[in-house]
C-alpha cells in the first residue's frame, strides 16, 4: 500500500539521491502529457519542500510550455536496485530563466557554480505531497554508465550555437505552447 507524506522525510531524501535515474510528468489543460527521464546528478533536494534541477538541452521543451500553463508537475523515481520502491514528489513547478539572478544564484548556492554543457534552464517543484509505494513490480537494472552524447554535442555547439538550436527546437511545446525560454527577465 502507498504512504503519503506531506514533506521529503530524511530516509526520501536519501532514496532520491541514491537513485541514478527520475521521471518528470507535466501536463497543460489540454494536448498531450509529457513524461522525460532525467539524470539524478542534476537534481538538488534544497530543503524538505523543494526540488531543483538542471535541465538540459533537448529535442523538445515541453515540461516548461507546461508549467507556463499549469504548474503540476510530478516527479517519480524508482529504485532499479537494492529493496523495491517508487516514490513521487507531487507539486507545482516553475522553469527558472537560464539568465535570471535566481538561476546564478541556485547555480552557485546548490550546484557549486558548475553547470552542466547544455543546461537551458532550471525547473523547481515546490512539494506538497510525497507518495511511496511498493515497487514490487519495477526490475532490478544495472547501471554501466553515463551517457556523454549530450555533454559533447552541447560543448561543440557553444553557447551560441545553443541559443539559436533553442530558437529553431525549443521555444513551443508539440501541441504549440511557448516554452519562455529566450524571454528575458
Same mark, same amino acid.
Not at 509529457?34 to 534541477?53: G, H, K, T, W
Given at each position: 500500500?502507498?504512504?503519503?507524506?506531506?514533506?521529503?522525510?530524511?530516509?526520501?531524501?536519501?532514496?532520491?539521491?541514491?537513485?541514478?535515474?527520475?521521471?518528470?510528468?507535466?501536463?497543460?489543460?489540454?494536448?498531450?502529457?509529457?513524461?522525460?527521464?532525467?539524470?539524478?546528478?542534476?537534481?538538488?533536494?534544497?530543503?524538505?519542500?523543494?526540488?531543483?534541477? @538542471?535541465? =538540459?538541452? +533537448?529535442? &523538445?521543451?515541453?515540461? !516548461?510550455? #507546461?508549467? /507556463?500553463?499549469?504548474?503540476? *508537475?510530478?516527479?517519480?523515481?524508482?529504485?532499479?536496485?537494492?529493496?523495491?520502491?517508487? @516514490?513521487? =514528489?507531487? +507539486?507545482? &513547478?516553475?522553469?527558472? !530563466?537560464? #539568465?535570471? /539572478?535566481?538561476?546564478?544564484? *541556485?547555480?552557485?548556492?546548490?550546484?557549486?557554480?558548475?553547470?552542466?554543457?547544455?543546461?537551458?534552464?532550471?525547473?523547481?517543484?515546490?512539494?506538497?505531497?510525497?507518495?511511496?509505494?511498493?515497487?514490487?513490480?519495477?526490475?532490478?537494472?544495472?547501471?554501466?554508465?553515463?551517457?556523454?552524447?549530450?555533454?559533447?554535442?552541447?560543448?561543440?555547439?557553444?553557447?551560441?550555437?545553443?541559443?539559436?538550436?533553442?530558437?529553431?527546437?525549443?521555444?513551443?511545446?508539440?501541441?504549440?505552447?511557448?516554452?519562455?525560454?529566450?524571454?528575458?527577465?
Amino acid at each position: 500500500m502507498g504512504k503519503r507524506f506531506e514533506r521529503i522525510e530524511p530516509a526520501h531524501r536519501e532514496f532520491i539521491l541514491t537513485q541514478r535515474v527520475f521521471f518528470n510528468a507535466s501536463a497543460a489543460l489540454e494536448g498531450r502529457v509529457n513524461v522525460s527521464p532525467r539524470d539524478v546528478a542534476s537534481l538538488r533536494v534544497l530543503d524538505e519542500y523543494r526540488v531543483v534541477y @538542471l535541465d =538540459l538541452t +533537448g529535442s &523538445g521543451n515541453e515540461t !516548461a510550455a #507546461h508549467l /507556463r500553463v499549469s504548474p503540476r *508537475l510530478t516527479l517519480m523515481f524508482c529504485a532499479f536496485t537494492g529493496a523495491p520502491m517508487v @516514490l513521487r =514528489l507531487y +507539486g507545482h &513547478g516553475r522553469t527558472i !530563466a537560464h #539568465h535570471s /539572478r535566481e538561476y546564478a544564484e *541556485l547555480l552557485a548556492s546548490a550546484f557549486g557554480g558548475s553547470e552542466t554543457p547544455g543546461a537551458r534552464q532550471m525547473v523547481m517543484l515546490d512539494v506538497e505531497m510525497v507518495q511511496t509505494s511498493c515497487g514490487y513490480n519495477v526490475p532490478f537494472f544495472d547501471y554501466t554508465g553515463e551517457r556523454e552524447t549530450l555533454r559533447r554535442w552541447a560543448e561543440n555547439k557553444g553557447q551560441d550555437g545553443l541559443k539559436q538550436y533553442w530558437r529553431e527546437k525549443n521555444t513551443a511545446s508539440i501541441d504549440g505552447f511557448p516554452t519562455g525560454i529566450l524571454e528575458e527577465d
